[in-house]
């Protein structure tokens, strides 16, 4: 079975400061990994995905993530974060296959102070 | 429209109504899925039609019954809720086959059970 951790619930940072928000998933097959964000009051929003190749992978918004498969880790990571970067953000993992179901942690909701 | 819709985005029932959500998606897709969304919980997925036909029911109450007519809609049928199905739902498609893995999400439908 698969699973997925994000230990921080809530990320505080201000702005142009450097962020990393934690996942790390288990698994006991290939996995495809993904990050995806919340706005309020909307539907989830594709970051970036990690399928196979390099484990640095660059997604939309200057954030980047890097795969770890030793530590089994996906941290995402921006250099410097603005108010507008005010989200949910979810990891997620996915077996591929037939149904190519997603499971998701809990969320880390970034909260960008000025 | 482009991507994936949902109506409507806001639903208030007793719990003696039937109402539908609807879900439309614009990307040619082969898969659907329904997921609830409750604060402080992860997503949970609901269920997963892939080629239209039903692949996946995690144990969802019988209250919720879905239906997927052709590859670009899916529908949720709710009756007799209860005031714990007060959630928002939200709607994805994707291929399953393919280098892409990632769903794509709808705006999601507020639900509120009286």
């Known amino acids: 079975a698969q699973s997925v951790t994000q230990l921080d619930s809530q990320v505080p940072v201000f702005e142009e400061a450097p962020v990393e928000l934690r996942c790390n998933y288990s698994?006991?097959?290939?996995?495809?990994l993904f990050w995806y964000v919340q706005y309020p009051n909307q539907g989830l929003q594709l970051l970036l995905k990690y399928l196979s190749g390099s484990t640095l992978v660059k997604g939309i918004n200057g954030f980047e993530a890097e795969f770890n498969k030793s530590q089994t880790s996906f941290h995402l990571r921006k250099p410097s974060v603005h108010i507008s970067d005010t989200a949910e953000y979810f990891c997620a993992v996915s077996g591929g296959g037939a149904t190519n179901k997603l499971i998701f942690g809990t969320g880390t909701l970034l909260a960008v102070q000025p | 429209e482009t991507g994936v819709t949902q109506t409507p985005r806001h639903l208030v029932m007793g719990m003696t109504n039937k109402k539908s959500l609807k879900c439309e998606q614009h990307?040619?897709?082969?898969?659907m899925y329904w997921y609830k969304q409750s604060a402080k919980k992860p997503l949970e997925l609901m269920f997963v039609y892939s080629l239209e036909e039903r692949v996946e029911n995690n144990s969802v109450p019988s209250r919720f019954s879905p239906e997927c007519p052709n590859s670009s809609h899916l529908f949720l049928h709710l009756h007799t809720l209860q005031p714990e199905d007060s959630a928002l739902y939200l709607c994805?498609?994707?291929?399953?086959?393919?280098?892409?893995?990632?769903?794509?999400f709808g705006p999601g439908t507020r639900l509120t059970v009286t």
């Open positions: 698994s006991s097959v290939s996995v495809y």
């Open positions: 990307l040619g897709h082969n898969a």
């Open positions: 994805a498609s994707s291929l399953t086959s393919g280098a892409s893995y990632e769903q794509y």
